[in-house]
Structures are given as C-alpha cells and as structure tokens.
C-alpha cells in the first residue's frame, strides 16, 4: 500500500493522492510544495529539512492542518 512520503497517510485514504497518483497527500502537498511539483528530489529536500529519517514520518494531527490551511 502507498503512503505519503512525508506523513504517512495511506494513499486510499487520501483522495488528492488516490486520484494523482501523487507521493505526496493533499495536506502535505499544500503546506510544504503549494504549487510545485512533489518529485522525489523536491520530497526528498523536504524530508531532510523536517530531519526526517528513512521509514519515518511526519506526525501532525490532519485536522488542526487542515482547519489552519482553511483558516477556519
């Protein structure tokens, strides 16, 4: 099963990355590309700016993101 390469979050959960086919999920793509393509070199960039390791992800409560990036 895919996952977003920087939270986790199963791509069959995520509806962005589930019809993209995207490595990245929606919450991930709008708060750390925007408008930028997520390849595997802007991932990987991200990744080690957030000192994530291999096999780890970023722990972040979705709805909280969601709620700041829809300013609600």
Same mark, same amino acid.
């Given at each position: 099963?895919? /996952? $977003?390469?920087?939270?986790? &979050?199963?791509? /069959?959960?995520?509806? =962005? ?6 490595? #990245? $999920?929606? @919450? $991930?793509? #709008?708060? =750390?590309?925007?408008? @930028?393509? +997520?390849?595997? &070199?802007?991932?990987? !960039? ?6 994530? +390791?291999?096999? &780890?992800?970023? /722990?972040?409560? !979705?709805? +909280?993101? +969601? !709620?700041?990036?829809?300013? !609600?």
């Amino acid at each position: 099963m895919s /996952k $977003c390469k920087i939270c986790g &979050e199963p791509q /069959k959960d995520d509806l =962005f990355s589930a019809v993209t086919g995207s490595n #990245v $999920c929606s @919450l $991930c793509q #709008v708060q =750390f590309f925007g408008g @930028l393509n +997520a390849t595997d &070199e802007n991932i990987n !960039r991200m990744r080690s700016h957030l000192k994530l +390791a291999d096999g &780890e992800y970023l /722990k972040q409560d !979705r709805q +909280a993101v +969601a !709620r700041d990036i829809l300013g !609600r």
